[in-house]
C-alpha cells in the first residue's frame, strides 16, 4: 500500500469521503512562526510546525484526518501510522507540520528520520501527506510541503528529503525521481517509480548521489505494507 499520497485524477488529489472538519484543541503546542495565506475561496491558511511530541487530543485530531482523507479501506491504517509516529518516535528524528484555518485542522505533512549506517547524510521520510476532501484542489498540500522544506533547509538540520508517491505531484516542489541504488529504501517498494529525493544542501547533488549499503526508517514505518 502506497500511503503517503494517493492521485485520483489529472488535476489534483480528491478523495470520495466527505466528513466535518477536524477542530485544532488549542495552540499551546505550536512552536516555528507560522506563514499566512489567502487561497482563491478567501481562506486563510496558516502553516505551523507542531512541537514533539503533540498533546493527545492533537493527535487524535491528525490520525481522524488522515482517516478521513483516505476513506475507508486505506484510513484506519494511515491514521494509525501517523499516531504511531507521533507516539513512537524520538523527537529528533520527527517534524510535523499541519494547516489551519479558523482554529481548524485541514491538512498535516510529516517527516522523520530515514538512517544509512553506513552514510553520514542526514535524511528525512516525508509522509504521509493529508489534506482534508473539503480543502482539496486549492493548493494547499504543496503550500504546506513547501512550508515544511524551506522550515528544514533554514535549520540547517536537514541534507537529503525523501518520499514515495506521484513523481508529477512532488515534482512541483523540487523533488526528482531516483532508483533504490542511488538511495536505497528500508524496504522492497512496489513501485519503485514512486521513489524521489531533494536536496537541501547546496553541495549536495541528488543526480550524482549515491548512498551504499541499506537504510533504516523508524519504527512506525517499519512495515511491509507501507511500501
Not at 4 to 28: E, K, M, N, Q, V
Not at 99 to 104: M, R
Not at 176 to 197: D, K, M, N, R, Y
Request: charged letters at 15%; glycine letters at 8%; one cysteine or more.
Amino acid at each position: 500500500m502506497m500511503i503517503f499520497l494517493r492521485r485520483t485524477d489529472s488535476i489534483g488529489f480528491a478523495f470520495t469521503l466527505s466528513y466535518s472538519i477536524t477542530h485544532l484543541p488549542h495552540f499551546a503546542h505550536l512552536t516555528t512562526e507560522g506563514r499566512h495565506y489567502r487561497n482563491n475561496n478567501t481562506d486563510m491558511m496558516k502553516y505551523q510546525r507542531l512541537s514533539n511530541p503533540p498533546p493527545s487530543e492533537t493527535i487524535s485530531t491528525i490520525q481522524n484526518l488522515f482517516q478521513t482523507t483516505f476513506g475507508t479501506e486505506e484510513g484506519e491504517s494511515v491514521g494509525t501510522l501517523s499516531a504511531n509516529l507521533m507516539t513512537q518516535t524520538p523527537s529528533n528524528d520527527l517534524f510535523v507540520f499541519v494547516a489551519t484555518t479558523n482554529d481548524e485542522i485541514v491538512g498535516c505533512i510529516i517527516f522523520s528520520r530515514l538512517s544509512f549506517p553506513e552514510n553520514r547524510t542526514r535524511a528525512f521520510l516525508l509522509g504521509p501527506v493529508g489534506i482534508h476532501p473539503n480543502h482539496q484542489l486549492k493548493g494547499i498540500g504543496q503550500g504546506l510541503i513547501q512550508f515544511g522544506i524551506e522550515t528544514l533547509r533554514q535549520q540547517q538540520q536537514v541534507d537529503l528529503l525523501v518520499t514515495y508517491g506521484d513523481p508529477k505531484y512532488y515534482g512541483k516542489v523540487g523533488f526528482q525521481s531516483v532508483t533504490t541504488e542511488i538511495i536505497p529504501s528500508p524496504w522492497p517498494l512496489s513501485q519503485p517509480l514512486g521513489w524521489q529525493a531533494l536536496s537541501l544542501n547546496g553541495d549536495l547533488d541528488v543526480s550524482k548521489l549515491l548512498i551504499t549499503g541499506s537504510s533504516l526508517c523508524v519504527k512506525a514505518f517499519d512495515k511491509k505494507e507501507y511500501w
